[in-house]
């Protein structure tokens, strides 16, 4: 079974920087595309980046684009969300979760089947 576990998340100010981890149990590492995704409060849940570990190739959404930093340490099975120049805007819930399938390279919430807790972020103005 499939375990994810999300930290990091804590208050910053406008314009500071968090690093979110995603630790991943279970399966095989390096064939996982794995997704960070976000939500606010009465919004939905954004698909915020994805890392397709098995090709190599990573997405990220227009609204954290420059700023966002996705990346992965296979020796620890963690994916990291880097986040700098936060905005009030970036405030929520941050999910990390796998995706069913291995052709999957965007952050779409129902193609991904493993979720973690969540951790939460928020953004002082």
């Known amino acids: 079974e499939v375990q994810l576990v999300e930290s990091g998340g804590g208050l910053v100010q406008a314009g500071g920087s968090l690093r979110l981890s995603c630790a991943v149990s279970g399966g095989t590492f390096d064939d996982y595309v794995i997704g960070w995704f976000r939500q606010a409060p009465g919004k939905e849940r954004e698909g915020v980046s994805c890392i397709n570990k098995g090709e190599g190739r990573i997405f990220y959404a227009n609204s954290v684009k420059g700023r966002f930093t996705i990346s992965s340490d296979n020796a620890k099975n963690t994916v990291y969300l880097q986040m700098n120049s936060l905005t009030p805007e970036d405030s929520g819930v941050y999910y990390c979760?796998?995706?069913?399938?291995?052709?999957?390279?965007?952050?779409?919430?129902?193609?991904?089947?493993?979720w973690g807790q969540g951790t939460q972020v928020t953004v002082s103005s």
């Open positions: 979760a796998t995706a069913r399938e291995s052709r999957t390279y965007y952050p779409i919430g129902v193609l991904y089947d493993h």
